[in-house]
Nanobody
Framework: QEQLVESGGGSVQAGGSLRLSCAAS????????MAWFRQAPGKEREGVAL???????THADSFKGRFLISRDMEKTTLSLQMNSLKPEDTATYYC?????????????????WGRGTQVTVSS
């Protein structure tokens, strides 16, 4: 059974860092793209960063230079290193997987989702 489980969220002061992890099981070892999305209260879900089946990464402009997505060689653990955190980064962060090897940061392309992990950044 396909499953994505996020961890690593928490509370941090502005300027701090957190590293999120997502453990994938089930079908995930078949070619897929994986990504991080986030959603703040009252806002739409937005794409943060993506890594496709071939290992190429895409980071949304808002996060370039601060966030870094990575995946282990077995393609079973997805990570998001978040640096220089700001209060506006406060949100629930979701791990997602797409069957498409070359997905984009469109949430509609992702069929598997974790339950999310909360990140709170205080000023």
């Amino acid at each position: 059974q396909e499953q994505l489980v996020e961890s690593g969220g928490g509370s941090v002061q502005a300027g701090g860092s957190l590293r999120l992890s997502c453990a994938a099981s089930g079908y995930m070892d078949v070619g897929s793209s994986m990504a991080w999305f986030r959603q703040a209260p009252g806002k739409e879900r937005e794409g943060v960063a993506l890594i496709n089946y071939y290992g190429a990464t895409t980071h949304a402009d808002s996060f370039k230079g601060r966030f870094l997505i990575s995946r282990d060689m077995e393609k079973t653990t997805l990570s998001l290193q978040m640096n220089s955190l700001k209060p506006e980064d406060t949100a629930t962060y979701y791990c997602a997987a797409s069957r498409a090897p070359l997905a984009t940061l469109n949430p509609r392309e992702f069929v598997f989702w974790g339950r999310g992990t909360q990140v709170t950044v205080s000023s």
